[in-house]
Structures are given as C-alpha cells and as structure tokens.
C-alpha cells in the first residue's frame, strides 16, 4: 500500500501490479473477439492465464521494451 497524506488526512493506496493488469487486459480482449464472432469465451480467467502463461509473459515483456525503448 502507497501512503499519501492530503490536508493532515492520510490516505492509502492498493500498489499496481502490472502483469495482473495485463493479463486481464489481454482475458477480456480474447473474450470480446469470441464474443464478436457470436461464440463464447471457453475458459475462466483462471484457465485463460494457466494455460497461455507463456504467451502472455513474452508479449508482457515485449510491451514493456517497447514503452521503456530498451533494446534498441
């Protein structure tokens, strides 16, 4: 948790995490291409993560270059 302290009030912060985030950006993308060809989406975001781990880490890894420009 991030603390912040505004006008003598301190607030919290839940602390990003990153990969989480894009993993379900990337659940809910697929979801709605299945969804947009009249199919349903066949795995839970549980299922679609185990199995598309790998995938997932290297396309994580690969925004990541390209935002911070390493690799260049």
């Not at 912040?4 to 301190?10: L, M, S």
């Not at 199919?39 to 880490?57: A, N, S």
């Amino acid at each position: 948790m991030r603390v912040t302290e505004e006008d003598g009030i301190k607030l919290t912060w839940p602390v990003a995490k990153p990969f989480r985030a894009f993993c379900s950006d990337q659940y809910y993308n697929n979801r709605d291409e299945y969804f947009a060809y009249g199919q349903d989406q066949p795995y839970t975001m549980e299922e679609y993560v185990r199995t598309h781990i790998g995938l997932l880490k290297e396309q994580y890894r690969a925004k990541r270059r390209e935002r911070t420009g390493a690799g260049k």
